[in-house]
């Protein structure tokens, strides 16, 4: 399957929008206190899944973006 340029940044940008969200997740999830400790485990395990998620789509979309690049290079160049 080959990407479009235009789907390589969509992967991209919700990438960054995981790891911005997630990020401000865990300060706000730092600051709170005095809840059970199932509390923190579930959360802390959500956090962890969905920054690999956002590593997955990250590395997805710059592989596509880059084969795209080269896509357009073949096609001036010939």
């Known amino acids: 399957m080959k ?7 969509v992967l991209i940008a919700i990438a960054v929008w ?3 969200t997630y990020v ?5 999830l730092a ?3 005095g809840r059970p400790t199932g509390y923190y485990v579930a959360h802390t ?3 962890v899944v969905n920054l690999v998620i ?6 997805w979309g710059v592989r596509a973006y880059k084969a795209s ?3 357009r290079t073949e096609d ?3």
């Open 3 to 9: 990407l479009e340029r235009k789907h390589a940044l």
């Open 18 to 20: 995981n790891v911005v």
């Open 24 to 28: 401000t997740f865990i300060k706000n």
């Open 31 to 33: 600051a709170t206190e």
């Open 45 to 47: 395990v959500l956090i």
């Open 54 to 59: 956002a590593a997955l789509l990250g590395t």
């Open 69 to 71: 690049r080269e896509r």
């Open 76 to 78: 001036v160049t010939v």
